[in-house]
């Protein structure tokens, strides 16, 4: 059986291949699938206006626009990434989390936000309205990742918005602006 050791080989590699690419939970979510939209009042756009077919979910949504900029899940973990530990008031944390991700204004610059106002929006509608001086009274971070485990669509996922608070719980008043599953901004006063 000289054969059979190299054979076993090659199947070994490609199952690690195959690891690999989908990783320990199957398929992901392709890293160049849009993960978040900034539409409104920004000066840099690398996409078309509001297209009802192509944006179903937006239009679900009810949203709008003529200017927007997407960004992927490549282009947000090349962004400078910042790690924080968060920990909530609710009791259904487990205790404080890592959370991992590019900081909200470089996120927003991107988009060429400037400073305006922005209202953060979440797949199940939630949306939460931060003025210039909120967004300055902290490093929000819009996370991608938790205690290593991208952030995912019935999770979290694909975006959270949140701050670093060490062991400390923010209060729930705080955490109301912790906006989870967010996919859409919008910048400037509506
Ligand atoms: N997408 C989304 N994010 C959200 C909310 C929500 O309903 N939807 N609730 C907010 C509020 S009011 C709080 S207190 C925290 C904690 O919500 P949780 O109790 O669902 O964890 O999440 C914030 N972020
Ligand atoms: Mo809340």
Same mark, same amino acid.
């Given at each position: 059986?000289? /054969? ?5 080989? #090659? ?5 690690? %291949? ?15 699938? %849009? ?14 206006? $509001? ?8 239009? =679900? ?16 973990? +090349?962004? *400078? ?11 259904? &944390? +487990?205790?404080?989390?890592? @959370?991992?991700? *590019?900081?909200?204004?470089?996120? #927003? ?7 305006? *106002?922005?209202?953060? /929006?979440?797949?199940?509608? =939630?949306?939460?309205? $931060?003025?210039?001086?909120? @967004? ?7 996370? +991608? ?14 975006? &959270? @918005?949140? =701050? ?13 602006? &912790? %906006?989870?599953?967010? /996919? =859409?901004?919008? %910048?400037?006063?509506?």
């Amino acid at each position: 059986m000289p /054969f059979a050791p190299r054979r076993s080989m #090659l199947a070994a590699m490609a199952l690690a %291949v195959t690891f690999l690419a989908l990783g320990p939970l199957g398929p992901a979510l392709a890293a160049e699938a %849009v993960l978040l939209t900034i539409a409104g009042d920004i000066t840099n756009t690398n996409r078309g206006k $509001f297209d009802p077919f192509q944006d179903g979910f937006l239009a =679900y949504h009810e949203k709008s626009f003529e200017r927007a900029f997407q960004l992927t899940r490549n282009d947000l973990i +090349h962004l *400078p990434q910042s790690e924080i530990t968060a920990l909530g008031s609710a009791d259904t &944390w +487990h205790g404080p989390a890592t @959370l991992k991700g *590019p900081r909200l204004k470089d996120v #927003l610059a991107r988009a060429g936000a400037g400073a305006k *106002p922005v209202t953060i /929006f979440a797949l199940d509608g =939630y949306g939460a309205a $931060f003025d210039t001086k909120l @967004l300055d009274s902290r490093e929000w971070i819009l996370a +991608h990742t938790m205690n290593g485990q991208p952030l995912g669509i019935g999770g979290r996922g694909p975006l &959270w @918005l949140a =701050y670093e608070t060490g062991a400390k719980p923010a209060s729930a008043e705080e955490e109301a602006k &912790w %906006v989870w599953s967010v /996919f =859409y901004i919008e %910048v400037g006063n509506k």
